[in-house]
């Protein structure tokens, strides 16, 4: 047996022992090594973590692919990450011309493209249709039970859908060709005024996403309808908002103020390195995080002295229930990028600084036993991402 002084062992492999109060032990049992890496904050806690919160970490990486002949997808859902009751998310490729199939769903479903270009089209219960482009940073938003559709461009795409309800499943949708494969041919025949052999070739079973050839221009594929187009359109151009800009990152909020149709908000946060998304909750919604670039760690203050740290990378879901405390900071040498979501139509957050800052300065200096020099450093104006002062 190897003793138990953290520095007689391989400084590469992560020991749960904390030097701060000499708390823990070496790990000599079976470990994954690599996760351990992956979660420093996990295998060794801060001291200020206390009780148990439920599980706020779910990675796409940890799901099972629907691998398809036109592209893939994967979910994360109550039954991946079970705090998640109000929405549930979707990672899918689709290859050059691979076409997700015109289908609706009992949710309201929002996306945003990470990378290639695809083409979305939808008609509404008027007749009003919609047929749009989209690149990475856009956005869409398809509502409940409005049938759509999604086809990769000459680049393929790549893109996160998310669903105002945790129990989604991507795998029970509305298809047009599962409902088309189990309605009598007769009836399909008197529905659409044509033969049954007009019928004789369709899908025995859900296409799902399949492969198709590569859309031509936008203009093509317009179809003039009489009732015209939707009068909101179903997709928006995050990127091209103005961020708002903080001394350590900058953020994209995109609400029903900018994207009038959507019932789903978003902020798209850029943190260098260094720097931190301050300590906030948000009074209005759950927040659903997907990490897109870079490594982050996280606290979910849960009142009653129960406070969890969990660390995320590229590719990971977080989840952070209504009104609990939390911070984001990037533990990386490169840019943290992450997208926060909310179920609900105004994006809203309450910082703990700027609220400090607007209270009266003798009320905050009894609560907490602080002097001078914070009640001087409050800022009365939110900074959403902060930079560590050198030190
Ligand atoms: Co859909
Ligand atoms: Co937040």
Not at 132 to 142: Q, T
Not at 289 to 317: H, K, P, S
Request: glycine share 8%.
């Amino acid at each position: 047996m190897k003793s138990q002084n953290p520095h007689t062992h391989n400084p590469n492999i992560p020991q749960p022992i904390r030097e701060q109060d000499g708390a823990g032990g070496t790990d000599p049992g079976p470990r994954d090594v690599m996760r351990d890496i992956e979660n420093p904050d996990m295998l060794v806690p801060p001291v200020t973590d206390h009780g148990g919160v439920p599980n706020a970490k779910f990675s796409f990486s940890d799901t099972h692919m629907r691998l398809q002949p036109g592209g893939w997808a994967r979910q994360v859902t109550t039954k991946e990450l079970p705090i998640s009751v109000s929405i549930a998310g979707v990672n899918m490729r689709l290859n050059p011309g691979g076409v997700r199939e015109l289908h609706w769903h009992t949710a309201n479903e929002w996306a945003f493209m990470l990378t290639g270009r695809a083409r979305i089209t939808a008609v509404d219960q008027n007749g009003r249709n919609f047929v749009d482009d989209v690149g990475p940073g856009d956005l869409w938003f398809f509502p409940a039970g409005i049938p759509h559709s999604i086809q990769g461009l000459v680049e393929g795409c790549e893109f996160l859908l998310i669903f105002d309800q945790g129990d989604f499943s991507e795998n029970n949708t509305f298809s047009i060709s599962d409902w088309l494969a189990h309605t009598p041919i007769d009836v399909l025949a008197a529905n659409f005024g044509v033969t049954e052999r007009a019928f004789s070739n369709i899908a025995h079973e859900e296409k799902y996403i399949f492969p198709a050839d590569v859309p031509g221009s936008l203009q093509g594929d317009k179809v003039t309808s009489p009732a015209g187009v939707v009068p909101q359109t179903f997709s928006h151009h995050m990127l091209r908002q103005q961020p708002i800009q903080s001394s350590g990152g900058k953020v994209w909020i995109t609400d029903s103020n900018t994207f009038p149709v959507t019932t789903i908000s978003a902020a798209l946060v850029e943190v260098e390195p260094g720097g931190m998304r301050e300590m906030h909750w948000h009074p209005n919604a759950d927040e659903w995080q997907y990490y897109i670039q870079g490594t982050a760690r996280m606290t979910l203050f849960a009142a009653q002295g129960t406070a969890n740290t969990f660390n995320y990378r590229a590719g990971d879901v977080g989840f952070i229930p209504m009104v609990w405390g939390h911070y984001i900071q990037n533990t990386g040498d490169k840019k943290l990028i992450f997208l926060e979501i909310f179920k609900s139509p105004r994006y809203a957050d309450v910082s703990l600084n700027q609220w400090m800052a607007l209270t009266p300065p003798e009320l905050v200096e009894a609560n907490l036993n602080v002097g001078p020099d914070v009640i001087s450093a409050l800022n009365k104006t939110k900074s959403p991402v902060v930079k560590y002062p050198s030190s």
